[in-house]
């Protein structure tokens, strides 16, 4: 099974400003990599796939990169909706598919 | 519009069943891979199953043998027949429908869940 690891657990940002979210993998996922958004009583929504693909709607202040084992969601100039918990998963190598623990994007 | 809505929750005695039941709306299950992720309360999410092409079903470990996944193309839904049922799969259960090629997939369209409560 790959582990999925997400840091930090909990962020800290200011509107406005930038935060940048990791993710690493047990071992290498290729690219197979997918972010969620999710907010209070609310079912996620997917944000990026492909490690970098914008899904349909998200907008362009969201962006993904990485590869293999390391990968990063930033989020450019933090709107107030922004402020939710974020999931990586990995669908290259199933199953199981596998989710990371979240990160918490609070207000500073 | 895609629309995916949840039903069947509710509370359980462990060792009891529950089917939940997945109507989709703006495109056809049978046409697609589907799967059902879970969220126990204050956690992150697990994936539990999925049912693919030619109803090849998949299941994690811990659920295995006491899950059922499966799909009605007359009514256009998702099932997951859970039997055998334990306090620790009480959980938000969603169902999700699967984008990409083959094995590469990720979920793009989610339902708001249903709620599984397993206690005596």
């Known amino acids: 099974e790959i582990v999925m690891t997400q840091s930090p657990a909990t962020l800290s940002v200011s509107p406005g400003e930038r935060a940048t979210l990791s993710c690493r993998a047990s071992q290498s996922v290729s690219r197979n990599l997918a972010w969620y958004q999710q907010k209070p009583g609310q079912a996620p929504r997917l944000l990026i796939y492909g490690a970098s693909s914008r899904a349909t709607g998200i907008p362009a202040r969201f962006s993904g990169s990485g590869s293999g084992t390391e990968f990063t969601l930033t989020i450019g100039s933090l709107q107030s909706e922004d402020f939710a918990v974020y999931y990586c998963q990995q669908y290259n190598s199933w199953p199981p598919m596998t989710f990371g623990q979240g990160t918490k994007l609070e207000i500073k | 519009e895609v629309q995916l809505v949840e039903s069947g929750g509710g509370l359980v005695q462990p060792g009891g069943s529950l089917r939940l039941s997945c109507a989709a709306s703006?495109?056809?299950?049978?046409?697609?891979?589907m799967s059902w992720v879970r969220q126990a309360p204050g956690k992150g999410l697990e994936w539990v199953s999925s049912?693919?092409?030619?109803?090849?079903?998949y299941y994690a470990d811990s659920v295995k043998g006491r899950f059922t996944i499966s799909r009605d193309t007359s009514k256009n839904t998702l099932y997951l027949q859970m039997n055998s049922l334990r306090a620790e799969d009480t959980a938000m259960y969603f169902c999700?429908?699967?984008?990409?090629?083959?094995?590469?997939?990720?979920?793009?369209?989610w339902g708001q869940g249903t709620l599984v409560t397993v206690s005596s």
């Open positions: 999700a429908r699967d984008d990409g090629i083959g094995t590469i997939v990720w979920f793009d369209y």
């Open positions: 703006g495109f056809t299950v049978s046409g697609n891979h």
């Open positions: 049912i693919y092409s030619g109803d090849s079903t």
